[in-house]
Nanobody, 120 residues
Framework: QVQLQESGPGLVKPSQTLSLTCTVS??????????WNWIRQPPGKGLEWMGV???????DYSPSLKSRTSISRDTAKNQFSLQLSSVTPEDTAVYFC????????????WGQGTQVTVSS
């Protein structure tokens, strides 16, 4: 059973960089044809896909967030991380990591989510 767990600060000041890590257990982030995603849900809004780290280390980002988003990985620790720069209160959300097969649009495993609030 694959498990994902988000970790990182719950409070970030405006203009700073939000950094979160997703630790994966029960599976490898280098598993062929798998994609590891960051998704967020602002209060009262729907899910927003932010970006993905593929099994081969390649990345894709939401066009609306691309200029501020970076996803990296540590294969030795089986972790992938999100950095979102120049945050504003509009970046306040529950942040999730989730996995899916590359060929699927269905996410099969999710982390529990972590609340991040942007406030001074």
């Amino acid at each position: 059973q694959v498990q994902l767990q988000e970790s990182g600060p719950g409070l970030v000041k405006p203009s700073q960089t939000l950094s979160l890590t997703c630790t994966v257990s029960g599976g490898s982030i280098t598993t062929t044809y798998y994609a590891w995603n960051w998704i967020r849900q602002p209060p009262g809004k729907g899910l927003e896909w932010m970006g993905v780290m593929h099994y081969d280390g390649s990345t894709d980002y939401s066009p609306s967030l691309k200029s501020r988003t970076s996803i990296s990985r540590d294969t030795a620790k089986n972790q992938f991380s999100l950095q979102l720069s120049s945050v504003t209160p509009e970046d306040t959300a529950v942040y999730f990591c989730a996995s899916r097969p590359v060929v699927s649009t269905v996410y099969d495993y999710w982390g529990q989510g972590t609340q991040v609030t942007v406030s001074s």
